[in-house]
């Protein structure tokens, strides 16, 4: 299955065992707009510190978390360039009326004919199919 990652559902799975497994399943197809990737690499070192202090992870122990994030990203995600769907960025905005700031995952969808994997409801309406954690699990589970 081909599927844009939403940001957020991106640094969850990132952050547990389970998650990581699930972006590394062969039957995924998995692709993120590089301006996501940025937001990404700015928003897992945040978490990572959190979940550092919260439950009193040694910084060991923290800094190999970040670099089996990283990794996972790496094995598993393809980073769009963003010539790779900025034709389609004005088709998007007109579909991101939520939160204008979602239109490459929306482009990337739209070019690449994938769904978008994502937790957030501001992607309804927008045309393209969706996935949550929950029903992507579902349907792993099923196939």
Same mark, same amino acid.
């Given at each position: &299955?081909?599927?844009?990652?939403?940001?957020?559902?991106?640094?969850?799975?990132?952050?547990?065992?389970?998650?990581?497994?699930?972006?590394?399943?062969?039957?995924?197809?998995?692709? *993120?707009?590089?301006? &996501?990737?940025?937001?990404?690499?700015?928003?897992?070192?945040?978490?990572?510190?959190?979940?550092?202090?919260?439950?009193?992870?040694?910084?060991?122990?923290? %800094?190999?978390?970040?670099?089996?994030?990283?990794?996972?990203?790496?094995?598993?995600?393809?980073?769009? %360039?963003?010539?790779?769907?900025?034709?389609?960025?004005?088709?998007?905005?007109?579909?991101?009326?939520?939160?204008?700031?979602?239109?490459?995952?929306?482009?990337?969808?739209?070019?690449?004919?994938?769904?978008?994997?994502?937790?957030?409801?501001?992607? *309804?309406?927008?045309?393209?199919?969706?996935?949550?954690?929950?029903?992507?699990?579902?349907?792993?589970?099923?196939?």
């Amino acid at each position: &299955m081909r599927l844009v990652v939403d940001t957020s559902v991106l640094v969850g799975e990132l952050l547990r065992a389970s998650g990581r497994a699930r972006l590394g399943d062969d039957r995924l197809e998995l692709f *993120l707009p590089e301006q &996501m990737w940025a937001e990404t690499r700015l928003e897992l070192p945040r978490r990572i510190s959190a979940l550092a202090r919260r439950r009193h992870l040694d910084v060991a122990v923290a %800094d190999e978390l970040a670099s089996l994030c990283i990794e996972a990203v790496e094995s598993n995600v393809v980073i769009l %360039d963003e010539a790779i769907y900025a034709a389609v960025e004005d088709e998007a905005l007109s579909r991101c009326q939520r939160d204008p700031t979602d239109w490459p995952v929306v482009a990337s969808a739209l070019t690449l004919s994938a769904g978008i994997w994502t937790n957030d409801n501001d992607y *309804l309406g927008t045309g393209v199919p969706t996935w949550t954690t929950q029903t992507l699990q579902i349907w792993l589970d099923r196939n």
